[in-house]
């Protein structure tokens, strides 16, 4: 069965830092273009940052861009998402997908992780 498990979310004061994890099982992410999305409580889902197949290319939302990191390990069959000076507004579900494909998209994503709560909060 092919799935993607986040892990590393948690509460975390604002200013900190977190680093999710995305592993991929029953299939190799090394063919797939990578990405990082998030949902808050009554908004909608918003695309992060995108990693290609290669990892060549990177690109983020206007809103983490110098804050998060977009990273993967393919022999680790694994993508990071580093995220630095974290505020309140940064609580949400992160979910990672894979979309097999070489390049970043906005949509067309064949696989979903379940989430990870990331919580912002003194």
């Known amino acids: 069965q092919r799935q993607l498990v986040e892990s590393g979310g948690g509460l975390v004061q604002p200013g900190g830092s977190l680093r999710l994890s995305c592993a991929a099982s029953g299939f190799t992410l090394e063919s797939y273009a990578m990405a990082w999305f998030r949902q808050a409580p009554g908004k909608e889902r918003e695309g992060l940052s995108c990693i290609s197949r290669s990892g060549r290319s990177v690109n983020y939302a206007d809103s983490v861009k110098g804050l998060f990191t977009i990273s993967r390990d393919n022999a680790k069959n694994i993508v990071y998402l580093q995220m630095n000076s974290l505020k309140p507004g940064d609580t949400a579900i992160y979910y990672c997908?894979?979309?097999?494909?070489?390049?970043?998209?906005?949509?067309?994503?064949?696989?979903w992780g379940q989430g990870t709560q990331v919580t912002v909060s003194s």
């Open positions: 997908a894979a979309a097999r494909r070489s390049f970043c998209a906005s949509s067309g994503y064949d696989y």
